[in-house]
């Protein structure tokens, strides 16, 4: 199955959704007026796109509406796509894992899907005939370290863990020596799930952080949030805070294969100018996607 | 900042509708913007704040408005007694059958916290004499057995697993002879996280609920969802027949619209609130503290329910009574400070007394610090003392002093400013003296 494939069957639900209900809403109205920008706007609020953002895009589209003199409601749709598609373009990035050795960190609340991701993510790395190693730092959750160990041997790449409980930096610590004595090209650190208000887990992940800089001077780093496309707009909330204690340079936007729309990584990217870079579509091993604004859009309306 | 926004707009939109006796259609159509902002913004689904936003509309004109609020502090007063009678239910609490086992059944998407509630609640109800077992059924995720049986044993509550390779129809059935024969009154089934888009998975709950016959099957809702909450609840509910919501992660920043959806949707009452990591981290639901989170007007509400509340109608009239005849006594003075304090924050409650300018306010900081000495001091006087200060000289002042653990010259001003505070009010009373308005305007010392 090819990329294009995977995606547009991953993102089946999201597009019907939202397109679905343009249209509909497009040929109910003969002209373009305030009730339709407020259709529009609901459409926008109900992806999760959240209410400043929606306001926001309709405002733009309002603007261009008008100083193209369109009549036509059809054209909306168009500009409407444009607008997402400038948004989320901007400063577009990808994963970056060209260099060795490489860091990626991986943070996020509970239940998102972290652990999962990195699974995914590894396979993708080694698929590349790139050298990877995983690191249990996820010391906290019940068998949160045996999960991680299951996507290893899946995979087939090393683990580094230490016992539940034990120092998520000691870990860390463990995981770099053992990649620069392996000469490893990408090391991927879970972390514990922790809610973003809770403040002293905030700052063992800038002790994490500390460890890997010190250690390894130099190395390439990602750090990956990962959010769940059914969250509304705590993400935003997520997305900062947790900034605040790490340098994020990318978005793992997870379950997309359910009806949530996802639509808060346009939020996000809107307000915080955070990219996102992978899409999880699925529980098996290949249900992770790069992240194309464009392509992305594009499916939303095709 | 986007939250600071809308508030800012809904003090606006407050200050506008002022007077009148009776909430007009206006009132209610400016001020139910702001509502309608308020609930999408804390992701309660878009229908439902339609639904709900028409039905209180109809509520809400004509109404008559209180004495002490504006028109548009009434109208929130409606919508939040009604977002409260909306997720409060009388049947929120978990039921047991009366043939036990009795067989809890947790559902629900994956990361929702199912594994984790499960433990809490096998916790929580062992605490009221339940003899709980928990049930592996998860065999798709990767060590989730392995994480029920490390919960379980942090809790010291039996775990039964098969292993992953049978059906969780199976297993469901299997553990259900085991509870019988190891004397478990209650049995929490503990399955996978599923899409409720993914029939086959659906399918199989379907299955393990007609061979277990649950008594309540529990759906497990991530609060932080945002949009599709309606969508997931629906899906569980139709299919399986939900009894109740778990709603988790609740102590987060989120403003948990979701739980407002969910109920909307499905018409089950919320049960349980999942409040921490920690086993112990769960608490029935409250709805009255979930519809002042939702709705996030903190506080127009404070003002709008603490100040009917805490100021209760009797007492005021002693009060004033005893200002009047100058018989407020240290006693008193003690009583009307915890009143305040039960308000809130106090710079946050003088904030919203009418007539004082909440912009003002802004940078000024209460020492509620202060407030917390000065009630030490009062409580540190015997009952002749504080009916009579006068008779308080230098060796009560030390002793006073000691045993509030303040000093003396903390002890001595509060004493002086409540003879001022005296004085003022006799002066304010003469000039008041047949109306009822001037209470409260008096300098408090602290």
Not at chain 1, 14 to 36: A, C, H, M, N, Y
Not at chain 1, 111 to 120: A, E, H, Q, R
Not at chain 2, 312 to 331: G, P, V, Y
Not at chain 2, 344 to 357: F, H
Request: hydrophobic residues 40%; aromatic residues 4%; proline residues 3%.
């Amino acid at each position: 199955m090819g990329f294009f494939d995977r995606l547009k069957e991953g993102l089946q639900k999201t597009r019907k959704g939202i397109t679905e209900k343009i249209d509909q809403v497009l040929v109910s109205f003969g002209k373009i007026d305030d009730e339709l920008f407020e259709e529009l706007e609901e459409i926008l609020i109900t992806s999760d796109i959240g209410i400043e953002t929606s306001m926001k895009i309709i405002e733009d589209l309002k603007k261009k509406v008008k100083e193209n003199k369109l009549t036509d409601p059809s054209s909306i749709k168009k500009l409407l796509k444009e607008e997402l598609i400038q948004i989320l373009t901007e400063n577009e990035s990808e994963l970056n894992i060209a260099n060795s050795p490489c860091v990626i960190t991986v943070i996020g609340v509970n239940g998102v899907g972290k652990t999962t991701s990195i699974g995914k993510i590894a396979n993708l790395i080694k698929q590349k005939n790139k050298k990877v190693i995983m690191a249990a730092a996820d010391t906290f959750r019940a068998a949160a370290i045996d999960q991680l160990e299951i996507w290893a041997n899946r995979v087939g790449v090393d683990i580094i863990k230490q016992s539940e409980g034990s120092d998520p930096a000691a870990v860390v610590f463990d995981a770099v020596q053992a990649a620069k004595a392996r000469k490893i090209d990408v090391l991927i650190c879970d972390t514990a799930g922790r809610l973003h208000t809770k403040k002293n887990l905030m700052e063992e992940l800038k002790k994490v952080s500390k460890v890997i800089d010190r250690e390894l001077p130099g190395a390439a780093r990602e750090t990956l949030l990962v959010l769940d496309a059914t969250t509304g707009q705590n993400a935003i909330s997520q997305a900062k805070t947790f900034s605040e204690v790490a340098d994020i340079t990318g978005i793992v936007l997870t379950k997309l294969d359910g009806t949530a729309k996802g639509g808060i990584v346009i939020a996000i990217k809107s307000e915080l100018k955070i990219p996102v870079k992978l899409i999880g579509v699925g529980e098996k091993m290949e249900d992770l996607q790069r992240f194309d604004a464009k392509e992305f859009v594009e499916a939303l309306f095709e | 900042m986007v939250f600071e926004g809308l508030s800012n707009k809904l003090q606006d939109t407050i200050k506008k509708l002022r007077g009148a006796g009776r909430v007009s259609e206006k009132d209610v159509k400016e001020i139910m913007r702001e509502i309608k902002l308020a609930l999408l913004e804390a992701d309660v689904n878009f229908k439902v704040v339609k639904d709900f936003i028409s039905k209180i509309s109809e509520r809400a004109v004509g109404q008559d408005v209180l004495e002490s609020l504006t028109p548009g502090q009434q109208v929130i007063k409606i919508v939040h007694e009604e977002l409260i009678n909306l997720m409060g239910s009388e049947n929120s609490k978990v039921t047991f059958s009366p043939r036990p086992p009795t067989v809890y059944m947790m559902v629900g998407l994956q990361g929702s916290g199912k594994t984790t509630t499960s433990g809490k609640l096998a916790s929580l109800l062992r605490k009221q004499g339940k003899n709980p077992l928990l049930v592996a059924c998860d065999v798709y995720r990767p060590a989730a057995i392995k994480q029920l049986q490390v919960v379980g044993g942090q809790l010291n509550v039996p775990v039964f697993s098969i292993g992953d390779k049978l059906n969780p129809v199976d297993i469901a059935k299997a553990a259900l002879e085991h509870a019988k024969a190891k004397q478990h009154d209650l049995v929490i089934i503990d399955t996978a996280g599923r899409l409720h888009i993914d029939e086959e998975l659906m399918d199989e709950l379907l299955n393990i609920k007609s061979s277990v016959k649950p008594h309540e099957i529990l759906l497990v809702v991530d609060s932080m969802t945002g949009q599709d909450a309606v969508n997931v609840a629906e899906s569980f509910n139709e299919k399986l027949g939900i009894d109740g919501v778990v709603l988790t992660k609740l102590d987060g920043d989120t403003r948990g619209g979701a739980a407002l959806s969910v109920r909307h949707v499905t018409g089950k009452p919320i049960k349980f609130a999942g409040m921490g990591e920690k086993l112990s981290d769960i608490e029935p639901f409250h709805a009255d503290r979930m519809a002042s989170r939702i709705l996030g007007m903190g506080d127009v509400l404070s003002l709008i329910e603490k100040a009917q509340e805490a100021f209760d109608e009797k007492k005021a009239l002693e009060l004033e009574k005893k200002m009047r005849t100058q018989q407020f006594t240290l006693d008193d003075f003690l009583d009307q400070m915890q009143q305040l304090k039960k308000m809130g924050p106090l710079n946050e409650v003088l904030g919203m007394l009418p007539g004082v300018n909440a912009k003002a306010l802004q940078n000024v900081d209460v020492d509620e610090k202060k407030m917390g000495h000065v009630e030490a001091i009062i409580k540190s006087m015997t009952k002749h003392e504080r009916n009579d200060p006068g008779i308080i000289n230098g060796s009560r002042r030390k002793r006073i002093a000691a045993g509030s653990g303040t000093t003396i010259q903390e002890v001595n001003k509060l004493l002086k400013d409540f003879e001022e505070m005296k004085k003022m009010m006799k002066a304010m009373t003469e000039m008041t003296k047949h109306s009822k308005k001037g209470l409260g305007k008096f300098k408090m010392p602290f």
